[in-house]
């Protein structure tokens, strides 16, 4: 099978030799056309090759063919949707967390606005000006949602 080559065309040329070589009386059992079927695939196909074979007795080629089918579609699809999908999701993240630093409470002060690691006051408690043993809660909210850490 040469790179860019339908799975479907080439089951079916596949098939054919596999009818021509019985019309003419020899045998070939499942297995061995399950083999010759995964050993045809383009350098493409090679995780495919090491997924149909690995810790496996015994090959079935209807299982390899709906697997490659299976594939190939995949392939065909995520390679249209990933650069579609990866620029919604960076315009998506902008817009939702878009002025929310307002919202963020300091672990160090409990002010809000900033985080810990900006704190004025170096991150020690505004009641004491030290660290207490006392548990920090964080409060997040958006326009949709609270979030409490």
């Not at 080629?61 to 190939?72: M, Y």
């Not at 409470?105 to 004491?128: R, T, Y």
Request: aromatic share 6%; charged share 30%; with cysteine.
């Amino acid at each position: 099978m040469e790179e860019g080559t339908k799975i479907s065309d080439h089951l079916s040329a596949l098939n054919e030799i596999v009818s021509e070589l019985e019309s003419i009386g020899v045998e070939i059992d499942d297995e061995d056309k399950a083999l010759r079927l995964i050993w045809s695939l383009p350098s493409s196909y090679e995780h495919m090759q090491i997924v149909l074979m690995y810790g496996k007795e015994n090959v079935n080629f209807s299982e390899v063919t709906s697997k490659l089918i299976s594939e190939e579609r995949r392939l065909k699809n995520g390679e249209n949707k990933s650069s579609e999908s990866g620029a919604l999701s960076v315009c998506g993240n902008r817009k939702k967390y878009k002025g929310s630093k307002k919202k963020i409470i300091c672990w160090g002060c409990g002010q809000p606005g900033h985080l810990k690691k900006d704190c004025k006051n170096g991150g020690a408690n505004s009641a004491n000006g030290s660290k207490s043993d006392a548990t920090n809660v964080v409060v997040f909210e958006n326009e949709d949602d609270e979030f409490v850490f």
